[in-house]
């Protein structure tokens, strides 16, 4: 499916009622004949958006020129040496501070033993930082991405925000349907319904 025949979808989803803030974009992709329980079923996908519409925010595990480097970036930028003494608490708190993260890839045992147990089931397992790796184009990266993880059925990914141009929004919605549709065993058969939807709008058919 192309951006050219999802843009009309779009422009019926920006008609919805104004609301005091400027409200998402979603999309809403409904899989059939999918078993989640089969591993090879599962989605778990960064889709590389064609047009950025926000900025995420990104921790990053390290230290020294790397720690640097990230700040200097505008990520978060977390001590290793917290994390040996970290709490579940703020542990919990710190994983649902970041949308993303990142860590020097020395310190990937560190964090998965620290972290591991509540980074896995968010699907927020850091990209490891390869040795002379800059992070700023790591970080560069993931500022475009939308993450897609397959928890139920139902998948629900957003695409942009009620003050962008239509057609923008309708070539990120194009990039996730074609990552997605790609990544399912029998492609567009796999799909039952596709749904477009404002925050607090209703939700628009596509497909």
Same mark, same amino acid.
């Given at each position: 499916?192309?951006?050219?025949?999802?843009?009309?979808?779009?422009?019926?989803?920006?008609?919805?009622?104004?609301?005091?803030?400027?409200?998402?974009?979603?999309?809403?992709?409904?899989?059939?004949?999918?078993?989640?329980?089969?591993?090879?079923?599962?989605?778990?996908?960064?889709?590389?958006?064609?047009?950025?519409?926000?900025?995420?925010?990104?921790?990053?595990?390290?230290?020294?020129?790397?720690?640097? #480097?990230?700040? +200097?970036?505008?990520?978060?930028?977390? $001590? /290793?040496?917290? *994390?040996? &003494?970290?709490?579940? !608490?703020? %542990? @919990?708190?710190?994983?649902?501070?970041?949308?993303?993260?990142?860590?020097?890839?020395?310190?990937?045992?560190?964090?998965?033993?620290?972290?591991?147990?509540?980074?896995?089931?968010?699907? #927020?397992?850091? +990209?490891?930082?390869?040795?002379?790796? $800059? /992070?700023?184009? *790591?970080? &560069?990266?993931?500022? !475009?991405? %939308? @993450?897609?993880?397959?928890?139920?059925?139902?998948?629900?990914?957003?695409?942009?925000?009620?003050?962008?141009?239509?057609?923008?929004?309708?070539?990120?919605?194009?990039?996730?349907?074609?990552?997605?549709?790609?990544?399912?065993?029998?492609?567009?058969?796999?799909?039952?319904?596709?749904?477009?939807?404002?925050?607090?709008?209703?939700?628009?058919?596509?497909?």
């Amino acid at each position: 499916m192309e951006a050219e025949e999802i843009v009309e979808t779009v422009e019926k989803v920006l008609k919805s009622k104004e609301r005091g803030f400027v409200e998402s974009v979603d999309l809403c992709i409904n899989l059939k004949g999918v078993d989640l329980k089969q591993p090879k079923s599962r989605i778990n996908v960064d889709v590389t958006l064609p047009k950025k519409f926000k900025k995420p925010k990104i921790g990053v595990f390290g230290s020294g020129e790397i720690a640097l #480097k990230a700040k +200097e970036a505008g990520a978060g930028v977390i $001590d /290793p040496e917290d *994390l040996k &003494s970290m709490d579940k !608490k703020k %542990a @919990r708190e710190l994983v649902n501070e970041y949308d993303y993260f990142l860590a020097d890839v020395s310190l990937m045992a560190l964090v998965g033993k620290s972290l591991g147990t509540i980074l896995g089931p968010k699907g #927020k397992m850091p +990209e490891p930082i390869p040795p002379g790796a $800059d /992070p700023v184009q *790591l970080l &560069s990266r993931l500022e !475009k991405i %939308a @993450r897609v993880k397959s928890k139920t059925t139902t998948l629900w990914v957003n695409i942009g925000r009620k003050d962008m141009d239509a057609k923008d929004i309708a070539e990120n919605g194009a990039a996730v349907i074609k990552a997605i549709e790609t990544r399912l065993e029998r492609g567009w058969q796999n799909i039952g319904s596709i749904y477009m939807k404002t925050t607090m709008g209703n939700a628009v058919k596509l497909v």
